[in-house]
T-cell receptor, first 112, second 117 residues
Framework: QKEVEQNSGPLSVPEGAIASLNCTYS??????FFWYRQYSGKSPELIMS????GDKEDGRFTAQLNKASQYVSLLIRDSQPSDSATYLC????????????FGKGTHLIIQP | GAVVSQHPSWVICKSGTSVKIECRSL??????MFWYRQFPKQSLMLMAT?????????EQGVEKDKFLINHASLTLSTLTVTSAHPEDSSFYIC?????????????FGPGTRLTVL
């Protein structure tokens, strides 16, 4: 049984600070890792994808992957109230033909 | 680019009726489409994977005779919930992938909210 674990939160962060979201996964064979943002009642929106160990930066977002520790994280710099949402960590075992295993998500609240 | 649409966006039906949900990739050909379900305050759960022209692969615990999936073309997949019951009420979301490489991204549709009375 593939599992993806996230702290459900809520995680409350002051505006302008760094929000740090964490995720662990059980399947060592996983190759692809994703962070999605989901607003209430809406479909997930892809924020970042990462495939190899290390850091990947895209604007205010940085994804970090450590396959040895089976750990993925997402850092959001200069947090804005519009970043308030549920952040879903998703893992894919193989290629684009495999479905994603999602964590339950972390509810992030950015306090103005 | 990479837009996936779903229709309808919401539907209310009576218990015992069937409901069809369409998923379309608008600007790319999707070799594989996926159907997920999300109950309130839960995460997305993969229901099935479908490839154009072949039978869908269902996840454990998902009844294939209840959730009929047809992937007739590279841009269209349909999910039919047969004999729907209140416990089938959920947010159904499809996604589409253009390839099988590890770096091929899944693009999600906007979802269909099903309410069964």
């Amino acid at each position: 049984q593939k599992e993806v674990e996230q702290n459900s939160g809520p995680l409350s962060v002051p505006e302008g600070a760094i929000a740090s979201l964490n995720c662990t996964y059980s399947d060592r064979g996983s190759q692809s890792f994703f962070w999605y943002r989901q607003y209430s009642g809406k479909s997930p929106e892809l924020i970042m994808s990462i495939y190899s160990n290390g850091d990947k930066e895209d604007g205010r977002f940085t994804a970090q992957l450590n396959k040895a520790s089976q750990y993925v994280s997402l850092l959001i710099r200069d947090s804005q109230p519009s970043d308030s949402a549920t952040y879903l960590c998703a893992v894919e075992e193989g290629g684009g033909a495999d479905g994603l295993t999602f964590g339950k998500g972390t509810h992030l609240i950015i306090q103005p | 680019g990479a837009v996936v649409s779903q229709h309808p966006s919401w539907v209310i039906c009576k218990s015992g009726t069937s409901v069809k949900i369409e998923c379309r990739s608008l600007d790319f050909q999707a070799t594989t489409m996926f159907w997920y379900r999300q109950f309130p305050k839960q995460s997305l759960m993969l229901m099935a994977t479908s490839n154009e022209g072949s039978k869908a692969t269902y996840e454990q615990g998902v009844e294939k005779d209840k959730f009929l999936i047809n992937h007739a073309s590279l841009t269209l997949s349909t999910l039919t919930v047969t004999s729907a019951h209140p416990e089938d009420s959920s947010f159904y979301i499809c996604s589409a992938s253009s390839g099988a490489a590890a770096t091929d991204t899944q693009y999600f549709g906007p979802g269909t909210r099903l309410t069964v009375l």
